[in-house]
């Protein structure tokens, strides 16, 4: 390997490396904004909903495309919501095109037959996919406030209780609760996802939203009003994550969010790795697209102070952290080599400390979110400890799938919206065999993991003849997460 060669495998490393630090820097600030944050929910205005002139009239939007396994039980818990009726209206945006139509048409039928004020909205053609179903609902809402779930969402009976009154303050646009995860044990797969969503729901919404940084509406679970949806320009189906981009325009507009970390929304985790694929390539693909889309409107506001343009920044890149890293474990093996062929170039691999104290920032933040739900016991942290490695090395070895998703929305290259299949997983003994929404295709990339996974197992070995093994414990957890994410898809068939 030439020296030119190996500097400019130094420069492309230690970049990536630097990135990865600035994030768990970003990171740490919005733990130490969380740990600062005093409960404000108290003391902000309300809406006294005891008072009848107070209640304002609400309209509930499910989106929905496919979700015979899961319509029913939506469609019950729904039915459940305590707000007068004179004052509701229930949006079912069924763009499906399988037999499922037949029996939510059915079941509507009867909800409206006990008087419940519940549409069944069908569209010609799926364009715009989700943003296109929400936009043309919203046409003929007649709620001044738009509440929105997935089909895999089941609020409690009083969560329009807990969040509508937070709308009494005109400035407030969105109101957003806390994900809870009904599946969360059914497998390592549902626990490491139910760990990542709750770092974002605890840290990162409460960290932002404490010091009026920029957060999203994570696309349900939450409730827009009506106006601040018109005024920010309305929902756009140009990238896959629409919920992130109204919530953008909307906050540079100067609509505030409101979360609220003790409202919990339950819903179904994927529990398949094909679906678990698909969610984390939208999300991710989606990310990058809101970045090439938003983040020069972020950076030349003149009515945000730095800060929160810094914090805007750096969500928009939370999906490029997958290739920074990628990136870094590629490289890491090369590293290895230059390290011990080149002595003089020694002083350079102390940029490797870099992920090591961005490591121990993570493991710290996401300690403090975990024992917020799971509790703070011994136990509980030798679990946590357990858990935060798995989730890492899961994490690295998805590494390769989400960085094709970011590249994909930094180049612009348009793709369709894929929905999550759901699977109505409630309990340890139920199951997702037979799910007709489940894609019959492998991934093609699972090709390349089985690759990286032997080519980390080479990395491991090289420590041997090299007598360095600073970087074993990194390439054993890329070893273990690609063989993961590899073994699961072969084993799922899906």
Sequence with gaps: MGLTIAFIIIAIYSTALILIFFYSLAQLNLLINYLGQKKQNEEAPKFNLLDPKEIPLVTIQLPIYNEEYVMERLLENIAQIEYPKSKLEIQVLDDSTDDSVIETAKRIEELQQSGLDIQHIRRENRQGFKAGALKEGLEIAKGEFIAIFDADFLPESDWLKKTVPYFKDEEIGVVQTRWGHINRDYSTLTRIQAFALDAHFTLEQVGRNAKGHFINFNGTAGIWRKECILDAGNWEGDTLTEDLDLSYRAQLKNWKFKYLEDVETPAELPVVISAARSQQFRWNKGG????????????????????????????????????????????????????????????????????????????????????????????????????????????????????????????????????TPKFNINSLTDSWKGNKYLAKKLSPNMVIEFALMVYFLFGMYSAIPLNDFGLFPFHLMLFLGFGFVFFKSLTAKA
């Design 288 to 419: 990058a697209e809101n970045f090439r889309k938003t983040v020069w409107s972020v950076i030349t506001a003149k009515n945000i102070p730095f800060r929160t343009k810094f914090h805007g920044v750096m969500h928009l890149l939370n999906s490029s952290m997958f290739l920074c890293v990628f990136t870094v474990a590629l490289l890491s093996i090369p590293m290895l080599y230059i390290k011990n062929t080149y002595g003089h170039l020694g002083w350079i691999f102390e940029v490797t400390s870099f992920f090591i104290i961005s490591t121990v920032i993570l493991f710290i933040c996401y300690w403090f979110t975990y024992k917020s739900i799971q509790g703070s016991s011994f136990d509980n942290f030798v679990d946590y400890i357990k858990l935060f490695f798995t989730f890492f090395s899961v994490a690295l070895g998805f590494s390769l799938h989400n960085s094709i998703a970011v590249l994909e929305g930094h180049m612009g290259k348009r793709s369709e919206f894929v929905r």
